[in-house]
């Protein structure tokens, strides 16, 4: 493979000049560009970009951190971070951590190894502490996350006001007895979350009954079996909130396995409107969050701040809609 000082050579011209011709920074005329391009070309050369990386320290590559490549919300979040890292020249590096923490750190080599020039958390498994001290390394995003007073910005929907919306739309629609299906409460979306439940029941006089709030993680099989334990300990009427739409489809499974009516002795309510809750019978009501523009911001957000600029807002929190389908409607 030619090297830059044979196409300097052949094209009579420096390497200085070659080097402005390939990564179109500086002025040269055009007639001086089209005989460098011609002898490279020709000569067939690449521009050694690891080396210049090397030189530069910088990557042209961001990494996100993803608790569970599986679910089916990240999709979309990716997706809006791809677009705008390939529209403005980035590479997107994707590190599944399975909800471990000690696999997300080994992730983060490629930060200390200087592979990647900035992170971006979703929902991260990883103590705050570990985060803030990253932050002081390269730059860090968090996505469906926040550490408050840290200055790590942060691109989310307000988990606890749409967990009271969804709460209290459910109570002014005469659902009076309502359990909860929680996530991980080490995860502070999920327990902004259950907070917003929780409060939406207080201001409507409604007692909170520690029986029919079911803790657990947030697959269909956690929301099975949740369901199922709390139809042990309930009599219907009642109507479920639950941590996000997987978990929900699970718990609309099992009480329409057992002959449930839905919504009329068993409603539920999810979080997220994943692609299947319109599909499933009855339709699953929930909480859409902008998951496209969510991973776009986070993205458009970090690359501001390769540039040298401040973020406008650190916590950067977007609409959200309930989306209302058959799972609630009497």
């Known amino acids: 493979m030619a090297t830059i000082e044979e196409v300097a050579r052949k094209a009579k011209v420096s390497t200085a000049t070659v080097s402005r011709v390939i990564n179109n920074n500086g002025p040269v005329s055009e007639k001086t560009r089209q005989k460098v391009m011609k002898t490279v070309e020709q000569l067939g050369y690449a ?3 690891l080396a210049r990386n090397f030189r530069t320290r910088k990557t042209n590559t961001i ?6 490549i599986c679910n089916p919300v990240l999709a979309e979040m990716i997706k809006g971070m791809e677009d705008v890292a390939y529209k403005n020249d980035y590479c997107l590096l994707i590190g599944n951590s399975g909800n471990n923490p000690d696999r997300a750190m080994d992730y983060l080599k490629t930060l200390r190894e200087k592979r990647a020039d900035g992170v971006i958390f979703v929902t991260p498994r990883i ?3 570990a985060i803030i001290g990253i932050n002081k390394i390269v730059p860090v995003v968090l996505v ?6 840290s200055h790590i910005p942060s691109v ?15 109570i002014n629609n005469s659902h009076k007895k309502i359990s909860y299906i929680a996530g991980p409460q080490n995860i502070r979306i999920a327990a902004d979350r259950l907070r917003g439940f929780r409060a939406a029941l207080k201001d409507n006089n409604i007692n909170y009954e520690s029986n029919l709030v079911i803790m657990d993680n947030s697959s269909l099989e956690d929301g099975y079996r949740s369901m199922k334990k709390i139809l042990s300990n309930a009599a219907v ?7 996000n739409d997987e978990t929900a489809i699970g718990a609309l499974e099992y009480a329409k396995e057992k002959g449930y009516k839905i919504p009329e002795e068993v409603a539920v309510v999810g ?19 902008p998951k496209y ?6 993205m458009r957000i970090m690359l501001g701040i390769l540039q040298g600029m401040e973020p406008q807002c650190e916590d950067n929190i977007l609409d959200y809609q309930l989306i209302i389908r058959e799972s609630c409607e009497l």
């Open 237 to 243: 009427p009642v109507s479920v909130v639950v941590y």
């Open 144 to 149: 469906c996350d926040y550490i408050e007073n």
């Open 47 to 49: 521009p050694n970009i």
């Open 63 to 68: 990494i996100t951190v993803l608790h569970d």
């Open 271 to 289: 979080f997220d409107n994943i692609g299947i809750a319109g599909l499933v019978k009855p339709g699953l009501t929930t909480v859409n969050q």
């Open 156 to 170: 989310r929907v307000d988990d606890y006001k749409a967990a009271y919306e969804m709460t209290e739309y459910l």
């Open 293 to 298: 523009e969510i991973g776009a911001t986070s």
């Open 127 to 129: 103590d705050e502490a």
